[in-house]
């Protein structure tokens, strides 16, 4: 019987989860639109067998291109796209902590504590991972406009792109990762360790859990470039991936394991590439 109180959802909870559910819902569709009219999703024309020639062909021209002068999306494409990506992702992994968040909010109100609306909470949130977007565009443009000439074959960019993986991997091992999933992994705590009244409270409480998500995941969603930002099926695995390492009781050893691969699947490219620039 208190378990079952315990998942009880009051209706002020299941607006807010319907509204997550619909914009969740919303950024993948547009994601699989633009994904499917970009050529940027070939996954998933790979696994249909019916893309247009013609547009195979320009996609193989495309990525040949970046293999060979890897380069980042304008800055106009890939912040709305970033930001669009990180709703269809990251919000639902933070459906726990907007209950808790909820939650504490509605007995403060009765308590008359003033208002502190959830919607400000979500949109903090949101909005650190915009911010962060906007440092990976940024970073990323200078990474390429420092080394950028250095990719003179795909062997190079091979060679990169295992360094991601390998210091992705080393990250989800590092104490600093442990740190900010156990704030993510407790929800109740952190808002009431973290708690601000009011409206702009609510917001800085938001970005305050923005922070600590991107602490928690960044590695992960900087391994999506190299694998292809908007590829479905690499997107799903990695929204699993993140929702289970901050919501599970399995998912401390969910991360060490994801850290432990990437390093092998690291280990392997670097091998490869090595051995290619040796012929």
């Not at 208190?2 to 009880?8: L, M, N």
């Not at 919607?119 to 991972?129: C, D, P, Q, R």
């Not at 009781?249 to 060490?256: H, I, Q």
Request: charged share 10%; proline share 4%; glycine share 10%.
């Amino acid at each position: 019987m208190e378990q079952a109180k315990k998942f009880h959802l009051n209706k002020q909870q299941a607006i807010v989860l319907i509204v997550i559910i619909a914009l969740t819902v919303c950024a993948w569709i547009y994601t699989a639109v633009n994904a499917s009219s970009s050529g940027m999703d070939g996954m998933s024309m790979d696994m249909t067998g019916a893309a247009d020639p013609e547009m195979d062909a320009q996609m193989a021209e495309r990525l040949a291109a970046a293999a060979y002068s890897p380069t980042m999306p304008p800055f106009s494409m890939f912040v709305p796209m970033w930001i669009v990506m990180c709703i269809g992702m990251m919000l639902p992994t933070a459906v726990p902590m907007i209950f808790a968040f909820d939650t504490i909010s509605k007995r403060r109100r009765a308590q008359g504590f003033g208002n502190s609306p959830t919607y400000l909470f979500i949109l903090g949130y949101v909005l650190l991972w915009a911010l962060f977007g906007v440092v990976c565009w940024l970073v990323g443009e200078g990474i390429i406009a420092l080394i950028g000439g250095c990719f003179t074959s795909w062997t190079h960019t091979l060679i990169g792109v295992a360094v991601i993986f390998l210091v992705a991997g080393v990250y989800q091992l590092s104490p600093l990762k442990n740190a900010c999933m156990r704030g993510c992994q407790h929800p109740l705590a952190f808002v009431l360790h973290n708690w601000k009244a009011g409206g702009s409270g609510a917001l800085l409480m938001g970005m305050k859990h923005g922070m600590e998500c991107i602490g928690c995941c960044w590695a992960l969603m900087v391994v999506l470039f190299p694998l292809g930002m908007m590829n479905l099926f690499w997107m799903g695995l990695f929204t699993l991936i993140m929702f289970f390492e901050k919501n599970a009781k399995f998912g401390t050893l969910l991360s060490k394991i994801v850290g432990w691969l990437l390093i092998v699947a690291g280990a392997i490219l670097c091998i490869m590439g090595g051995f290619l620039l040796a012929l």
